[in-house]
């Protein structure tokens, strides 16, 4: 079992920057691949952004590339979600997530990841 707890969320103004951080615990391995997703009201889960424990690998959604950047802290178990430039429309309460299997298979589908944090609500006024 992986158990994530994100935290960072608020309200920011347009333009505005927010450091997102998911503290993981439990079984961890490098093969795992950490994702962030974000949920906007009813809407779908969005991939954000992943990455893995083991390589410097990044993935990016093409709406937050050049603006987000994920990072991780292999030694407090945390990876981050920094947020610049950020826009009304990114507003969501933002997910991280596990994927156990590694970048196989995919690493855009929800349904790909395994453990899931309790979210974090990011607010970006106009």
């Known amino acids: 079992q992986v158990q994530l707890v994100e935290s960072g969320g608020g309200l920011v103004q347009a333009g505005g920057s927010l450091r997102l951080s998911c503290a993981a615990s439990g079984r961890t391995f490098s093969t795992y691949i950490m994702g962030w997703f974000r949920q906007a009201p009813g809407k779908e889960h969005e991939f954000v952004a992943a990455?893995?424990?083991?390589?410097?690998?990044?993935y990016y959604a093409d709406s937050v590339k050049g603006r987000f950047t994920i990072s991780r802290d292999n030694a407090k178990n945390t990876v981050y979600l920094q947020m610049n430039s950020l826009k009304p429309e990114d507003t969501a309460v933002y997910y991280c997530a596990v994927k156990r299997d590694g970048p196989y298979g995919g690493l855009k589908a929800a349904t790909l990841y395994d453990y899931w944090g309790q979210g974090t609500p990011v607010t970006v006024s106009s």
């Open positions: 990455t893995s424990w083991s390589t410097d690998n990044t």
